[in-house]
């Protein structure tokens, strides 16, 4: 069973005349979100990303962009039980100084 993170990965961009076809997003992508097709890069799976930010800190040509840390499951976790979006990095479960470990 795949779990779904945020609808529609609202951060998630890509810009396919930038990209060159390494595949390192597939590679580093926890949930599949990504495929190589013709030689591009193509979001296959927005809802499952967590926003965790490995695609876009690997692209090697910068192709990929997203808001790293709404989607972080201790975020999601925390903003369940208050009730509240997921803020990771910005007060929520982590700082700024740890984000790059936990987001």
């Known amino acids: 069973m795949k779990l779904k993170y945020l609808r529609n990965g609202q951060t998630l961009a890509l810009d ?3 990209c060159v ?3 390192a997003c597939v590679d580093v992508c926890p949930h599949a979100v990504f495929e190589v097709d013709g030689g591009k890069a193509r979001i296959v799976g927005r809802d499952y990303c967590m926003e965790c930010g490995a695609c876009a800190r690997n692209c090697p ?4 962009s997203v808001k ?3 989607g972080c499951a201790a ?3 925390i903003g369940k039980l208050r009730g509240t979006a997921p803020t990771c990095g910005e007060g929520g479960c982590c700082g700024e100084s740890e984000r790059s470990s936990c987001c």
């Open 16 to 18: 396919a005349g930038t």
């Open 21 to 23: 076809g390494c595949g």
């Open 61 to 64: 040509v910068g192709a990929l």
């Open 68 to 70: 790293v840390g709404v």
């Open 75 to 77: 975020a999601i976790i």
